[in-house]
């Protein structure tokens, strides 16, 4: 979860449930209330746990647009925007896959290098996955368990800034570091034709 931010204690009497009902009754605007009164919680908790690349809005319209669709699966009264938020979680974590596979720009590829590292099959060259296996190499210790939590493991960022008893903005700007550091360590490869 983001630091301070829990999706129990953000469904309130706020109209939400009514509208859900309504909306349920066939009463299609209603789900305008339901996106108003939910939107804000919601991008605050994925705020917490999206990475470098993944756009906060495109997740949580698909996760509206999923909710509105199973709407008819929800049961009243039982805590909607934690219902929400399991909904736009697995859309992020579709997303993170979607662009381990198919990194975009630079900042993507590092990403998903950063992710392939450790794995048996990467889908870069041996020796570009190689060269970062040295760049991440000479990484103090926690900076590489961070990379390796984040991305090999797949840890939200959440997750790991309770480990480290910190907030999830603090660790998403170490991996920021991390990765420009990494990036650096890349491009001197690259200029020395890897040999150093």
Sequence with gaps: MAAGVHPHRMDSSNGVEDAIRRTQAGEREAFQVVVERSERPLRLWLAGLAGPGIELDDIAQRAFITAYQRLHTYQAGTAFLPWLCAI???????ERKRLARHGTGALSELDQLAWTAGQESAPYGEETVADLRRC????????ADLIDRH??????????????????GAVRTRLYAVRKRLAACLQLRAQLGGGA
């Design 88 to 94: 736009a979680h697995n859309h992020l974590r579709d």
């Design 136 to 143: 991440l190499a000479l990484l103090q210790p926690s900076q």
């Design 151 to 168: 991305y090999r493991q797949g840890h939200p960022l959440a997750d790991i800034a309770d480990i480290l008893a910190t907030t999830a």
